[in-house]
């Protein structure tokens, strides 16, 4: 068991995958003689050659496009977003195509391809360049979404995604690239459509994805250390499919929820999921179920903008507090 | 103002001495087997009667949703196919039974996706805009103007990576030529060496707007030049242009990797759409495309030469219509699909916790 970061967990799943197949190769802007924005496909173009690591124009909508040709004829593309920003560019070409294919032409031809793009704010990077807008894919049948929140599962999903005959949008987040975790030396595929329960508790329910489920679990251990609340933690880990079983069946436990998001409040993610929650455990709520989200504002670059509206640790431990204070659970 | 078409000069290609059993006689079918001229013009006679008996099938409202038909472009569409060997791959647009007929499916089938059926080449999936069929290498139509440019020239990737002998052709519309993704998928297809025809049928028509109210060059296969890539102009009238055209440049494709762009000009003899009563064009353009029908006039060339006489036209006409009216009847025979398979194609590799919730289901 090591203890590596989510950018070289990326990057040695990449490295093995395409010693394993063939079929897998990389497209994207700067990731052959640049290394990639963030560095994730370092070394690869030394090692694989400008057949398999191949720079693009900046041209989204086409080099999209074309991975999703490529995979209709049984290759296997890794296509690195610089951001997802830039990913509304090529919009068409993963909602009208890739999301679609297998299913108008009736099942003859899938898309095996993997969109890994990071998103998130936090960097001052102003407007354009900080958007957590996962929810657009999320919401297309046809796509997978995932977003890992550790170097672990990072790799996990990936491996599952390179694998999957599908096209799986895959999540990263800026602030993640540097977070350390122990991932095992043999790592399995992880199965997409599943959540993990990333700490078990009883007091509580938090649930997140991507850095806010990294940040759910700083919360509930520290929560735990200092005033002994027992807060579960949901990691959703996938969110097309959804796995609303696992919310589900621990706020049955708990009886009270938080939903901790790095995107837009309003038809959020939480929003899915606060529904989700009134579906299947209505009778066993003690409380309102909250949601901590971003300000809904267009990201500012000013720090202390920039700061106030994304949520973080202290925004998250408030809502804790104010969710078991109004079940009169709070110690 | 339309644009006049300028007719190619005859195939270059090859030998011009007249094969064995071939047109002695001078002229421009010299040199070329009766058997497939013959054969052109049935498959362009089964075309346009099939698209009739699809304007047909929409009125009775058995085919649902736009129906875009070939209607005019006959002689492009067989030039175009001919072109092709099987193992050749095809992209188009969403204006594709003629192409899904002449690439080697069974008009029964194509009929059938029209109709909805399970039969039909999407299974009743795709309908009108979507047909695909692996064996015969069509490998969609597709619905967003321009969609269809990307994916081509990534499945020449595809073959390039390989090292395979396989040619793309992607066909699209005048108006395409606008969008980003034409200039993008050409960019690309150039850089990297893609074997992949691009090829606009100029009917002059985008919808409504003429092409020189919408394209800054309207002649339109100039565009290769912002690419270094071959372009050239072609009558879409003439189906021996057409085929002639296209083969030196899949070949070229085949042989050299290169990527080109063939621009044929055509006519559309209806609207856009079989709903799309084509108020927009002036009397003068519509006469101009009865003048210059592909089918009408391929016949009158071909008894003029003495490769058919009226007889023989006839009786190939009662084929190519027997052969619709067979489709139709195919297709009506054919089952609908049942609502029970709605999730079977969702998903290649099934996950967890993929939704089978029906609209009025709860969700837990």
Redesign the interface.
Known sequence: MAVITYRQALHDTLREEMLRDEDV?LIGEEIGVFEGSYKITAGLLKEFGE?RVRD??I?E???????????????RPVVELMTINFSLIAL??IV??AAK??????????V?MVLRTPGGGGQQLGATHSQNIELYYAFV??L?VVAPSTPADAKALLLASIR???PVLFLENLALYNTKGEVPDVVEPA????AKVSKPGTDITIIGYSRMAMVAQQVAEQLQADEGINAEVVDLR?LR?????TV?ESVRKTGCAVIAEDDWLTYGIGAEIA??IS??AFDYLDAPVRRVAAAEVPLPYAKPLERAALPSAESLTTAVHQTLEAVGRRR | MAQTATRTKPATRGTTKPRRGSVRRGGRFAGESPELLQDYFYEMTLIRRFEERAAQGYTQAKIGGYCHLNLGEEATVVGLMRALRKTDLL?TNYREHGYAIAKGIEPGRVMAELYGRTT?T?????GSM?M???EAGL??G?G?VG?Q???????????D?RGGDQVVMCQMGDGTTNI??FH??L??AA?WNLPVVFVVINNKLGMGTTVDKSSAESELYKRASAYRMHGERVDGNDVLAVRDAASRLVEQARETGRPALLEAVSERLKGHSVVDPAKYRSEESVEQAKQADPVANFRAELIEAGILDEDAAVEIERKAQAEADAAVAFADDSPHPDPSTLF??????P?????RRLPAD???
Do not use: C
Not at chain 2, 344 to 349: G, V
């Open positions: 190769f057949k693009t124009p041209a909508e086409g080099f999209v496009g074309a991975a999703v040709g490529a995979a209709m004829l049984g290759l068409d070409q009208n195509h294919i297998y299913g108008m032409f009736g099942g003859q031809t899938s095996p049948p046809g997978k999957d005959n599908d199965e997409i459509g599943k996938s499919p959804l796995d609303r079983e589900v529904a989700s579906d299947g | 992209f039909g999407s299974k009743g999936w795709g979507h695909f069929d692996v490998l969609g597709y967003i969609g440019i990307p994916l081509a020239t990534g499945a020449a990737l595809a073959i990576y980003g993704a993008e998928a960019n690309i850089l079977d194609y969702t998903y290649a590799t996950v967890a916790n993929d939704s709860p969700v837990f």
